[in-house]
């Protein structure tokens, strides 16, 4: 199993910075894909931003383009997602998501973690 691990978050104002890290633990597996979802109230879960694990190659909903940045360490299976010029509608919980292939099921899935609030208000 890959366990997906979220730190950070929290509240905000409207036009500051937040950040949000996902460690991935487990035992041998292989990571294709990591990124960021969010829901917000009423709302369906909707794509933040992604980045392939072996690419530099960041995906970005239109929404956040230009506000906010992915980073990873492969090293050490971290992600990062960047937050600024915070809005209030950037207000969700967000979830950490990793695309992996698990060596010990020898299955490939997707992972999720188990989701952190972020609050952007005055």
């Known amino acids: 199993q890959v366990q997906l691990v979220e730190s950070g978050g929290g509240s905000g104002l409207p036009g500051g910075s937040l950040r949000l890290d996902c460690v991935a633990h487990?035992?041998?597996?292989?990571?294709?894909?990591m990124g960021w979802h969010r829901q917000a109230p009423g709302k369906p879960r909707e794509l933040v931003a992604d980045?392939?694990?072996?690419?530099?190659?960041?995906t970005y909903a239109d929404s956040v383009t230009g506000r906010f940045i992915i980073s990873k360490d492969t090293t050490k299976n971290i992600m990062t997602l960047q937050m600024s010029s915070l809005k209030a509608e950037d207000t969700a919980v967000y979830f950490c998501?990793?695309?992996?292939?698990?060596?010990?099921?020898?299955?490939?899935?997707?992972?999720w973690g188990q989701g952190t609030q972020v609050t952007v208000s005055s």
């Open positions: 980045i392939a694990w072996n690419e530099d190659r960041p």
């Open positions: 487990g035992n041998k597996f292989s990571i294709y894909t």
């Open positions: 998501y990793a695309d992996a292939y698990d060596f010990g099921v020898r299955a490939r899935r997707d992972y």
